[in-house]
């Protein structure tokens, strides 16, 4: 390779490098609060879910107290009709306790189902729990490795920096004038390797005379992008 390819070739790496370790700082923010709205997320289930058990127990206790109202009814209706004055009375007491007594069969089944419900719902509390510690853990987790990344990260955009510095002089007065204002707008993308005889951007293949130039060492650009092209450390393979 010309030295012109070396140059572009390493300009682009760097540049790639640089746009990588700024989009992991980048990032970092907004998984963080992703993180937060996943624990905010688990905390309102769980609260949710408490309400629910909640509901569940005093919808059973309910039951039971109405249950206790109406067996002591029915007590008090059994004490009536061993002391009713007439056939008439008896037959009364009769009708009411039986109709009591339906309706405590009716109450029975339903606190046990609301038993069932609640012993159900309960047994899901660790799993609530659980759900609420994981997502505050990987928070946590995620907090602390990007604020070790970061620092790292950082450190490598310096550097990185410098060494962009270097290559950029290296560049031609005009090739550095038009390389300049194509990253300005497009970043790394404003640079392409050739690849296979076409642009590694837009995949549209070269001219014979564009790649006879590139090898000569002439700077080109993509006719269909606009990309500064270089080769490849791979032949193409004409």
């Keep these: 390779m010309t030295s012109a390819t070396n140059s572009l070739k390493d300009l682009h790496q760097v540049l790639l490098q640089l746009e990588d370790c700024r989009s992991q700082l980048d990032r970092g923010p907004s998984q963080i609060k992703a993180r937060e709205n996943i624990v905010r997320k688990r905390e309102a289930e769980q609260a949710e879910y408490l309400e629910r058990l909640k509901k569940l127990r005093m919808s059973a206790d309910s039951k039971s ?3 206790k109202t109406v067996e002591k009814k029915i007590d008090d209706l059994k004490a009536k009709l061993n002391s009713a004055s007439s056939n008439r009375e008896f037959d009364i007491f009769k009708s009411q306790i039986q109709a009591d007594e339906m309706a405590k069969s ?4 339903e606190i046990l189902e609301a038993f069932d419900q609640t012993e159900t719902e309960a047994n899901r509390k660790s799993e609530f729990e659980e759900n609420v510690n994981s997502a505050k853990h990987q928070l ?3 907090k602390t490795k990007f604020e070790s990344d970061s620092a790292k990260l950082h450190e490598d955009i310096v550097r990185l920096e410098e060494e962009l510095k270097a290559l950029e002089k290296d560049l031609p007065k005009e090739t ?3 390389y300049r204002r194509l990253v300005n707008s497009r970043g790394a993308k404003s640079m392409a390797a ?3 005889g076409a642009c590694g951007n837009c995949y549209v ?7 006879i130039q590139l090898k000569s060492g002439t700077v080109q650009f993509c006719s269909n992008c606009g990309s500064i092209l270089y080769l490849d450390e791979h032949p193409e393979g004409d």
């Design 205 to 211: 293949n070269l001219t014979p005379q564009q790649r």
């Design 65 to 67: 107290l109405e249950l």
């Design 106 to 109: 009716v109450l029975e089944d």
């Design 140 to 142: 946590t987790n995620f």
């Design 194 to 196: 050739v690849l296979t």
């Design 176 to 178: 550095a004038e038009q």
